[in-house]
């Protein structure tokens, strides 16, 4: 009898399904303003737990804990948005370079290959000559400062921590930050002279960002749930939350207009001065801009070898002010850093048609908002939580990029080229595709 009564019992517990976890209640916002998702994903307030903690007369209250996740992560939309703006397009000027023979009295070929995609060589266009170009860029970040951004950590204290008790409890959130951008331009250089040109490029940008907040509570000074809970659309109260915030925005970017000057042309190698002005035309507010006017002098330096031909450019970039590195809330604009811009690669013709170009990019970034991994210590003096922390510092870029050039007819030519991270340094994109085509006459 007893045999058979265990075996019953055994048999009821094999049958019944295990109880599974409730998903925590999911807070979700569309944002107008993509700048503004960091500081509206947790709503208006801020992070605030519900508590039904007896103050003076009994009466409930509701808990804000802050963190620097939530204000100083907003820079992200400064990284990205110079990303956007920063991130080479192919050199507005043409791979059909020309120079006039006053021999026969015709303009000629002047070089052998279709030159660089993501840099420049000291090659003009040639006097009236025009190129046209369009390019497509898709970007999906993937890291910031090396800290994959599908995973990062933000811990928050309670307002008045040092006051102890319950306000010891501390939130942790692990955070994930999709964003995905295409970059679309158009540009058109005309040769003014032999040895001038000038190029404009009308960028178009569509941006979607989705931010994830996990939130948890920690009851470092509280044992009791009623004290800090979440509380969910059925009524019901728990300790853990998610918060999302999502947006979208197209429009026109921060249009470029680029002078280059041949200043010394060999029979092999040449160098050339460029001024690149940066338009603040796209909407910083959505992310599409920088909100800030921008000069870079560059230096390009080129040589001819036949199939090979070797280049390097260098160049500073002076950045304006912009709402983006202040206070987006009080509208009170800082300045965005400056950056110094280089560049080392070489062209080589395998094929009459085909163009390979190799590239080292980097970007020197002066005096920025860096972001870093950190352990979080409780009040408590045992419990430690992983934390992100916010410094200022210099950011070194790095990238290589290779890429196609091939005339597929006459004077037109297929662009095709792959950016690919080198280091950890900034917000990345391990690998970024780009595609384009251009026409010269």
Request: glycine letters at 8%; proline letters at 2%.
């Given at each position: 009898m007893r045999v058979m009564i265990v075996a019953a019992i055994v048999t009821f517990l094999v049958s019944v399904e295990p109880a599974r976890a409730q998903d925590p209640y999911n807070v979700t916002v569309n944002v107008t303003e993509l700048s503004r998702i960091f500081t509206e994903l947790y709503g208006p307030e801020g992070l605030v737990v519900n508590s039904q903690a007896a103050l003076a007369?009994?009466?409930?209250?509701?808990?804000?804990?802050?963190?620097?996740?939530?204000s100083e992560f907003s820079q992200f939309g400064t990284a990205l948005t110079g990303q956007i703006v920063s991130l080479p397009l192919p050199a507005p000027a043409s791979g059909f370079t020309y120079e006039f023979d006053p021999s026969v009295g015709v303009f000629t070929r002047s070089t052998s290959s279709f030159g660089p995609i993501l840099s420049e060589r000291a090659d003009?266009?040639?006097?009236?000559?025009?190129?046209?170009?369009?390019?497509?860029?898709?970007?999906?970040?993937?890291?910031?400062?090396?800290?994959?951004?599908?995973?990062?950590?933000?811990?928050?204290?309670?307002?008045?921590?040092?006051?102890?008790g319950g306000r010891e409890d501390?939130?942790?959130?692990?955070?994930?930050?999709?964003?995905?951008?295409?970059?679309?331009?158009?540009?058109?250089?005309?040769?003014v002279s032999n040895s001038?040109?000038?190029?404009?490029?009308?960028?178009?940008?569509?941006?979607?960002?989705?931010?994830?907040?996990d939130a948890t509570i920690r009851r470092i000074g509280?044992?009791?749930?009623?004290?800090?809970?979440?509380?969910?659309?059925?009524?019901?109260?728990?300790?853990?939350?998610?918060?999302?915030?999502?947006?979208?925005?197209?429009?026109?970017?921060?249009?470029?207009?680029?002078?280059?000057?041949?200043?010394k042309k060999g029979q092999r190698q040449g160098f050339a001065l460029g001024l690149d002005l940066r338009l603040p035309t796209g909407d910083e507010r959505n992310l599409l801009g920088t909100g800030a006017p921008g000069v870079q002098p560059f230096v390009a330096w080129s040589t001819d070898y036949g199939v090979l031909s070797p280049h390097i450019n260098v160049g500073y970039q002076w950045n304006g002010s912009s709402i983006l590195a202040g206070d987006l809330e009080a509208g009170i604009a800082a300045d965005l850093p400056d950056v110094g811009v280089y560049s080392v690669g070489a062209v080589v013709a395998v094929h009459p048609r085909v163009t390979v170009a190799l590239d080292v990019l980097g970007r020197y970034i002066i005096d920025t908002p860096i972001v870093r991994r950190e352990d979080f210590h409780a009040l408590d003096g045992r419990s430690v939580f992983p934390n992100i922390a916010f410094e200022s510092g210099n950011i070194n870029e790095l990238s290589s990029a290779v890429g196609l050039k091939i005339n597929l007819a006459g004077r037109l030519l297929l662009n095709a080229n792959l950016l690919a991270a080198l280091n950890d340094g900034g917000l990345r994109d391990k690998i970024s595709p780009l595609v384009g085509v251009e026409y010269a006459f």
């Open positions: 007369g009994g009466i409930s209250h509701s808990a804000h804990f802050n963190s620097a996740f939530e003009t266009i040639g006097a009236h000559r025009v190129s046209f170009g369009f390019a497509y860029q898709r970007l999906a970040f993937d890291s910031i400062e090396g800290m994959d951004l599908q995973s990062i950590p933000a811990v928050f204290t309670h307002d008045n921590a040092e006051l102890r501390v939130i942790t959130t692990v955070n994930s930050i999709d964003s995905e951008v295409t970059r679309s331009a158009g540009f058109i250089t005309y040769g001038l040109d000038v190029s404009v490029a009308i960028p178009y940008i569509s941006a979607d960002i989705v931010v994830t907040s509280t044992t009791i749930p009623e004290i800090h809970f979440f509380r969910a659309a059925d009524d019901s109260i728990g300790d853990r939350r998610l918060f999302t915030a999502f947006g979208h925005a197209s429009g026109i970017g921060d249009i470029a207009i680029r002078l280059k000057q041949s200043i």
